[in-house]
């Protein structure tokens, strides 16, 4: 997956794919996806660091095929890990009839830096 619109990139360390650790330390990851669409379907998240498999996202299903997705994460890093988010999706995305927001964050708990 990636992202267009970027509104906080401290120290440019995510390139709107990949999330770089500036630091060794423990970090919380949080991403979610909301679908309206007219049609059956299921969008899922999967995060994985250095390309290992870290977490799966958990879905509601909401009235009127309306399905939040969401996908929270707390791992230790190393300085230049890399965490990326994946979409599984089983339904046309780009329709006219699909309505789809997606949100990323990710953020430094603690650093182990010594």
Known sequence: MSWKNIHYNYDGHFDG???TAPVRGIYSFLATTHVKEQHTGFVGLVCYVNNNYLA???AIQRPENERINTLQAVVQLNKNDKVKLE???FLTMY???????????GRLVYSTVE
Do not use: H
């Open 17 to 19: 794919s990949i999330f």
């Open 56 to 58: 799966d996202s958990t």
């Open 87 to 89: 979409g599984k999706m």
């Open 95 to 105: 329709r006219n009839n699909v309505a789809y927001q997606s949100y990323y964050e």
